[in-house]
């Protein structure tokens, strides 16, 4: 079974820091183009970054210049570093399969990802 799993979230202040990553089991990460969204409560769930299989990324507005995406082909694995954190950051951050094939043009809506993972919580709260 083809899934995802993220890991590394949690309570952080704001202006700190975070990393999540994501890994696969059931199949091959490093071949696919890879993306990060979030939901934050009552809101949709919104895509943040993609990277792709050459290691080209995309991000949203909200994120550019504080948050960078890459791989590890050795580690089989995709990180979220998440710098200068803010409340409006908060949310439950997942990672999917960008099945868009258009990651280095614009980051990928829902509807275009997946298999997905679970979700991990970022709250960013003093």
């Known amino acids: 079974q083809e899934q995802l799993v993220e890991s590394g979230g949690g309570l952080v202040q704001p202006g700190g820091s975070l990393t999540l990553s994501c890994t696969a089991s059931g199949f091959i990460l490093n071949y696919n183009s890879v993306a990060w969204f979030r939901q934050a409560p009552g809101k949709a769930r919104q895509g943040v970054s993609c990277?792709?299989?050459?290691?080209?990324?995309n991000y949203a507005d909200a994120v550019k210049g504080r948050f960078t995406i890459s791989r590890d082909a050795a580690k089989k694995a995709v990180f979220l570093q998440m710098n200068d954190l803010k409340p409006e950051d908060t949310a439950i951050y997942y990672c999917a399969v960008d099945r868009s094939h258009r990651c280095s043009e614009v980051v990928p809506t829902p509807s275009e990802a997946g298999p997905w993972g679970q979700g991990t919580q970022v709250t960013v709260s003093a």
């Open positions: 990277i792709n299989s050459i290691g080209d990324t």
